[in-house]
């Protein structure tokens, strides 16, 4: 697939490849309460979706509800064209292993060193020759740059640390599908600077298609305007002649007490009538 | 009203699936061996100071008064005997259940109750962990394992324990106390005592993982969970050993 030099219109977006992760007329109620109402997106391979939306907007249910650790009321969730909410949890455990999720607040296991748990997965997933874990291990931990606190404790880490090794976590079993659930949140802007680098990266170098909840507008903008370039080893910013291309697009969706008040590029967000939506405009 | 039974009847079913899945999860893969040795660990090796020193001063205290009782009627022999069939039947079984409620039923509501709230349950989720499996299984088989051999390890101290005040306040010998006492209890009183422990187990294990698993309201819920568990553990633990006792009687086997 061709990347086009700039978005074009969500609406027109081509439908040549199957979407990496699709929903479609989602809706889901807690007691009554609807918190999730008719959501529908596609994110393509490759692409970044970018949810934003105030506190209690939904958007780590959306993240849940692409894991199928919540199931929806009505409608369906297609994970690489295959449809995951009849399917019970055996069977959801084939489609995980292609996803790495960060949750929000790191959620690493306390009783375990970090070696521990970022070998978790493999382990779950039978790998049995611990030559092999160890060096995926020191590969993942090296990539965020967290190596010298193999034997720590998630306790003795900081908020940047424990973040940075909750991706090792989520990254160690290479999966194509990543869901950050505010991974820059609570962290300052130079740490989370290195963590949006790092999602950069993964997108750029491995085509990891990425769905990213922030609550920073500066996060937004690096992660729209900016790629990765491998032989620079840094970000420069996207669309200039010559340098690297963005695999796939970034898409933007807005939150609003679970309904979607907002999807689409970064130029049609800008152009958005929407007064509310502009605090939301960089 | 009706939703306060629905409620409850739930709350049993749920208790139930527990039950069963734990059943299910020794039968089939994946088996988390370690973490139930893990578990065996923290809850009987860990239990084990406390269940012996309440065990010892139980015995001592329980011959102390059987002691001053009977001395009344003449019939100071018998302290053995009351001391043995009192411990092995009901003080050895319930308190050392009591005590690793306390411990253990909290603790495993707590731990649990925080992963939930720190999301780790559903990171094991993620990464394809049935939880049930990684940490019900585990804490179950490990308290049905060793809670009875506490109990036993009670027992025998509090046994002890009493000895030693027969001897040295009723000066009973050896021989006087450890006789009467050894001969008092036969096969039916033996398998009595060891029944218990493992009800008690399923009801410490579970209502801790029970309360843990549905804990609402971050960090202030796993308090709220913490207590809960103890309390209804406990409680469970009375009302069973009543009801055991009784069926067992019931069917003449007591
Ligand atoms: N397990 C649950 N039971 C009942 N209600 C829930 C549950 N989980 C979430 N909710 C409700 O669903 C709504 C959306 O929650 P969600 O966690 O997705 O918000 P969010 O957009 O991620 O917010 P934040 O930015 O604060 O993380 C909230 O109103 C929340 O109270
Ligand atoms: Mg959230």
């Given at each position: 697939m061709m990347?086009p030099?700039a978005?074009?219109p969500f609406?027109?977006r ?7 992760i699709?929903?479609r007329?989602?809706?889901?109620a807690?007691?009554?309460k609807?918190v999730?109402?008719d959501?529908?997106f596609?994110?393509?391979?490759g692409g970044?979706?970018i949810?934003?939306?105030a506190?209690g907007?939904g958007?780590?249910?959306?993240l ?9 009321d ?6 690489e064209?295959?449809?995951i909410?009849?399917?019970p949890?055996?069977?959801l455990?084939?489609i995980r292993k ?5 949750f929000?607040e790191g959620a690493?296991?306390d ?7 970022v070998?978790?997965?493999l382990?779950e997933?039978?790998e049995?020759d611990e030559a092999?874990?160890?060096?995926r291990?020191?590969?993942v931990?090296?990539f965020?740059?967290m190596?010298?606190a ?5 306790a003795?880490?900081?908020g940047?640390m424990r973040r940075r ?12 599908i990543m869901?950050y659930?505010?991974p820059t949140?609570?962290?300052?802007p130079?740490?989370?600077q290195?963590?949006n ?7 750029d ?5 990425s769905v990213?909840v ?5 996060d937004?903008?690096v992660l729209?305007n900016?790629?990765?370039s491998?032989e620079?080893k840094?970000l420069?910013p996207?669309?200039?002649d010559?340098?690297?291309?963005r695999?796939g697009?970034?898409?933007?969706q807005?939150m609003?007490?679970?309904?979607v008040?907002?999807?689409g590029t970064?130029?049609?967000?800008a152009r958005a ?6 605090r939301?405009?960089? | 009203?009706q939703?306060?039974?629905k409620?409850?009847v739930l ?9 069963a ?9 994946p088996r988390y ?6 578990q ?6 860990g239990?084990l100071?406390i ?6 001063f139980t ?9 001053r009782?009977?001395a ?6 018998l302290t053995g005997?009351?001391?043995a069939l ?5 003080l050895g079984p319930?308190?050392?259940?009591i ?5 253990n039923?909290s603790?495993?509501?707590?731990e649990i109750?925080?992963?939930?709230v720190s999301?780790q349950?559903d990171a094991?989720?993620a ?7 990684k940490?019900v299984a ?6 049905l394992?060793?809670?009875?051999l506490?109990?036993?390890?009670a027992d ?5 324990g009493?000895?030693?005040i027969?001897f ?10 450890w ?7 036969g096969?039916h009183?033996v398998v009595?005592?060891?029944l218990k ?5 399923v009801i410490?294990?579970?209502v801790g ?10 960090t202030?819920g796993?308090g709220?969970?913490t207590?809960e568990?103890?309390v209804?553990?406990v409680v469970?633990?009375f009302?069973?050993?009543?009801f055991?006792t009784r069926f067992?009687?019931?069917i003449?086997?007591a």
């Open positions: 990347v030099p978005e074009e609406s027109k081509d439908q040549m490849s199957t979407p990496a699709e929903m007329h989602v809706s889901l807690f007691d009554e609807p999730i109402d959501v529908s596609q994110v393509p391979p970044t979706l949810l934003l939306g506190t907007s958007k780590s249910l959306l849940k509800l692409i894991l199928g650790l919540l199931k929806p009505r409608g369906e969730i297609l994970i064209g295959q449809d909410v009849p399917l949890e055996t069977a455990n084939a292609r996803m790495g999720i960060v929000q690493l296991f009783s375990l060193p970090v070696y521990e748990n070998s978790y997965r382990r997933d039978g049995r092999k874990i160890e060096a291990v020191r590969e931990l090296g965020v740059e190596e010298h193999i034997d720590k404790m998630p003795e880490l900081s940047g090794v909750a991706i090792a976590r989520a990254i160690a079993s290479a999966p194509s869901l659930d505010s949140a609570g962290l300052d130079i740490t989370a290195t963590i680098v790092l999602i950069i990266k993964l997108r170098l491995q085509g990891v298609t990213v922030t609550h920073r507008l500066q937004t903008v729209t900016f790629v990765y491998a620079r840094a420069v996207a669309f200039t010559g340098g690297p291309r695999r697009p970034v898409l933007f807005i609003r007490e679970g309904r008040a907002f999807q970064q130029e049609e967000l009538a929407d007064p509310s939506l502009q939301f405009v960089a | 009203m939703s306060f039974l409620r409850k709350a049993v079913q749920d208790f139930v699936y527990l039950f899945y734990s059943f299910r999860n020794l039968v089939s893969p061996y370690a973490d139930m040795l893990v065996m660990d923290v809850i009987g090796v239990s100071p269940v012996l020193l309440t065990g010892f015995g001592a205290v329980l011959a102390l008064q059987s002691y009782s009977l009344r009627f003449g019939e100071v022999a005997q009351v001391v009192s411990v092995v039947l009901e319930v308190l050392t259940a005590v690793v409620a306390g411990r039923s603790g495993i509501a707590s109750g925080s992963m939930l999301e349950i094991l989720r990464m394809g962990t049935d939880p049930q499996r940490l585990p804490r179950f088989f490990a308290t394992l060793t809670l009875p506490l109990t036993v390890l025998f101290i509090a046994l002890l009493g000895y030693l027969a040295s306040t009723a000066h009973l010998s050896s021989k006087e106390y006789v009467p006492a050894y001969q008092s209890l096969p009183d009595q005592g060891l422990p493992f009800v008690f187990a410490i294990s579970l993982c029970y309360f843990g698993l549905r804990t609402t309201g971050g202030e796993v709220r969970a207590t568990a103890v209804v553990a469970l633990i009302v069973l050993d009543f055991i067992l009687i019931g003449g086997f």
